[in-house]
T-cell receptor, first 113, second 109 residues
Framework: DAGITQSPRHKVTETGTPVTLRCHQT?????MYWYRQDPGHGLRLIHY???????DKGEVSDGYSVSRSKTEDFLLTLESATSSQTSVYFC????????????FGPGTRLTVL | RKEVEQDPGPFNVPEGATVAFNCTYS??????FFWYRQDCRKEPKLLMS???SGNEDGRFTAQLNRASQYISLLIRDSKLSDSATYLC??????????FGGGTRLMVKP
């Protein structure tokens, strides 16, 4: 299995609080992605990174920011969490972007009360 | 219209049956194609890439029809352990993959 970890694995927080999720890889892959998965919507891309300090928006980026200061770490921040951000968040990595497969981390289950 | 469309199922089949899933995609410039498997409350895992000439991995066969813009997955001799959701995934010219909503398969004893 690809070396991808996510932390925390579960989190319950309150509306209006900031939340940061971490994705860590040991594969030295260039591309890293954050998705959310909700019933009826499948996997939707939030943000992705194509290198250190290089990021771009995905389909559902509003309310989220990201940072990548090292190849191995990609952080997703909810500046002020809302109940609509209750979801399962997956991180993924890829060597060559959309030209080859992505490998996923185990996910973070976030509940915003 | 969604970029990648799949029948959500569920497909209920007995052990040993052959089952096929189709997936259609809307972007004719799509360049890469994959099938992923996702178990309940787990991360998606790559099942197989799909090549233009079609490819097989054990009991699994994937086909790509670029003219009609669809991808298929055939599972032969279904096992109980094949029960999962199967995601059709398409890559375009950029850095992103687009995921279908998934097809749920339930294999019964």
């Amino acid at each position: 299995d690809a070396g991808i970890t996510q932390s925390p694995r579960h989190k319950v927080t309150e509306t209006g609080t900031p939340v940061t999720l971490r994705c860590h890889q040991t594969e030295n892959h260039r591309y890293m992605y954050w998705y959310r998965q909700d019933p009826g919507h499948g996997l939707r891309l939030i943000h992705y990174s194509y290198g250190v300090k290089d990021t771009d928006k995905g389909e559902v980026s509003d309310g989220y920011s990201v940072s990548r200061s090292k190849t191995e770490d990609f952080l997703l921040t909810l500046e002020s969490a809302t109940s609509s951000q209750t979801s399962v968040y997956f991180c993924a990595i890829s060597e060559r972007g959309a030209r080859n497969e992505q490998f996923f981390g185990p996910g973070t289950r976030l509940t915003v009360l | 219209r969604k970029e990648v469309e799949q029948d959500p199922g569920p497909f209920n089949v007995p052990e040993g049956a052959t089952v096929a899933f189709n997936c259609t995609y809307s972007n004719s410039a799509s360049q890469s194609f994959f099938w992923y498997r996702q178990d309940c409350r787990k991360e998606p895992k790559l099942l197989m890439s799909v090549y233009s000439s079609g490819n097989e991995d054990g009991r699994f066969t994937a086909q790509l029809n670029r003219a009609s813009q669809y991808i298929s997955l055939l599972i032969r001799d279904s096992k109980l352990s094949d029960s999962a959701t199967y995601l059709c995934v398409v890559g375009n010219a950029g850095n992103m993959l687009t995921f279908g909503g998934g097809t749920r398969l339930m294999v019964k004893p």
